[in-house]
């Protein structure tokens, strides 16, 4: 990879210190440092991988939140470094959210045909595998009625256009500084509704899962927000459940509360409707 940037004078200058960073999963992370002060982050994954996250950098290189994009080759890439911190102090949930929907959801862009994965896969079909996954972990730490209600929820998510998401928007992946989002990194393809990263973010801590910190950050969404809110975050949550499961078992607690809390606002805004006839 250096002989590479040094041999296509990607970064104009040269190379001082390179240090490696916690990487994903699958990927590699380095930051380097040039002569002329300038400093990048270096990641290598697997080749689509690399090709989704410097399209996504391409599509919104517009947005404050996100890296500049410098260089992409096949298997790995170069962005600016941004500093922050994804462990540091931050904001409380809903100004988290309110600077996440103005600096990047908002920027979102429907997909064009011929894009390839919404051909061959719907939301509808994305969200039955979703849930379906989560199921298979949450098992018996949720009645079976509530795998039957989210699988209800799903079939009944209205028909929506497709924009070009993050995918992975939580704040495993938000930089920090000063207690302020300055950062949003590690996008995953995926085609689906703005409102799916906003509730992913809002569903990714256990602190502040209630309806006033959404009900907050949505003052300042300017997408389509579904008629049936409360089942897309029942969605979100139900997802998330299984990650802690399997990630951060020490917060299970906090997000069967928040289940039982959402739930009950699901039902209670229903049985609104049928009295009212709707």
Not at 189 to 213: N, Q, R, V
């Amino acid at each position: 990879m250096i002989d590479e940037l040094l041999r296509e004078n990607v970064l104009g200058s040269e190379i001082i210190t390179w240090d490696h960073l916690r990487g994903g999963t699958s990927s590699a992370v380095a930051k380097i440092q040039c002569e002329d002060g300038k400093t990048y982050v270096v990641k290598g994954n697997e080749a689509n991988l690399i090709y989704w996250e410097a399209t996504f950098l391409r599509f919104y290189k517009d947005s404050a939140l996100l890296p500049r994009l410098v260089y992409d080759a096949k298997d790995y890439l170069v962005y600016t470094f941004m500093k922050g911190d994804t462990l540091g102090a931050r904001s409380e949930k809903a100004k988290m959210l309110q600077d996440l929907t103005v600096g990047l959801i908002n920027e979102y862009k429907p997909i064009m045909r011929g894009w390839g994965w919404h051909e061959k896969f719907t939301w509808h079909k994305f969200l039955q595998q979703e849930i379906m996954g989560a199921e298979a972990i949450i098992g018996k730490h949720l009645p079976n009625e509530d795998a039957v209600l989210v699988r209800k929820v799903v079939k009944d998510q209205p028909r929506e256009r497709l924009y070009f998401l993050h995918g992975d928007c939580g704040v495993h992946n938000f930089l920090f500084q000063d207690g302020q989002l300055c950062g949003v990194i590690d996008p995953l393809h995926l085609f689906g509704p703005p409102m799916y990263d906003l509730i992913f973010a809002f569903c990714s801590s256990p602190d502040s899962l209630d309806e006033k910190t959404l009900q907050d950050a949505l003052l300042f969404f300017n997408g389509e927000i579904p008629g049936e809110l409360y089942g897309s975050v029942l969605i979100g949550l139900y997802i998330r459940i299984a990650r802690c499961l399997l990630h951060h078992p020490e917060d299970l607690a906090a997000y069967l509360e928040a289940w039982t809390y959402w739930k009950a606002l699901y039902y209670s805004l229903n049985l609104q409707l049928k009295c009212n006839g709707n």
